[in-house]
């Protein structure tokens, strides 16, 4: 039987976040949802709106290929508490030649609440090619190789 590939997805940090927090400053901390499985970051403690996280959560792909990240409030005394949602799919990174990284709009009950950077790699035997835009001007086919001038 052959390997099933593999999506590594790492919140990297985020901005603008909703702030949720009444008093003091939010611990944000990432939840990444991947069909049944999932897995949260640590706490970025006293982050407020700017966290870092820069963990990494594999995933084997079996079916899907959505990707959803929540980032969420720690709180010690009351329940955490949602700060906004995004969606990736793993095709942006499998069709990229294995790695897609970019910044993702956060929303919450349809409203903007923040973006999160996020980057996704692909580890399976079937990557198509990243796509190589030609200058203005030059068509595709008369772009150089790889290696030459």
């Known amino acids: 039987m052959a390997d099933l590939p593999e999506i590594k997805v790492k919140p990297i940090c985020a901005e603008e976040l909703r702030n949720v927090s009444s008093v003091g400053k939010m611990d944000p901390f990432c939840k990444v949802i991947f069909g049944t ?7 970025h403690v006293d982050a407020s709106r700017t966290p ?3 963990e990494e959560f594999t995933f084997i792909i079996k079916e899907t ?5 929540e980032v969420w409030d720690r ?3 009351t329940k955490d508490e949602k ?18 990284c970019d910044w993702i709009a956060l929303t919450h009950n349809g409203r903007a609440s923040g973006r999160i950077q996020v980057q996704l790699t692909y580890i399976g035997t ?3 090619p990243a796509t190589m835009l030609a200058p203005p001007g030059m068509s595709p086919a008369h772009m150089p190789g790889p290696g030459q001038p």
């Open 37 to 43: 499985a999932s897995a949260c970051s640590k706490p």
């Open 52 to 54: 870092k996280w820069n």
């Open 65 to 69: 290929t959505a990707v959803t990240i």
């Open 75 to 77: 709180n010690q005394i």
């Open 83 to 100: 700060i906004g949602t995004a969606n990736a799919d793993v095709n942006a990174a499998k069709n990229n030649g294995g790695v897609f």
């Open 126 to 128: 079937d990557l198509q």
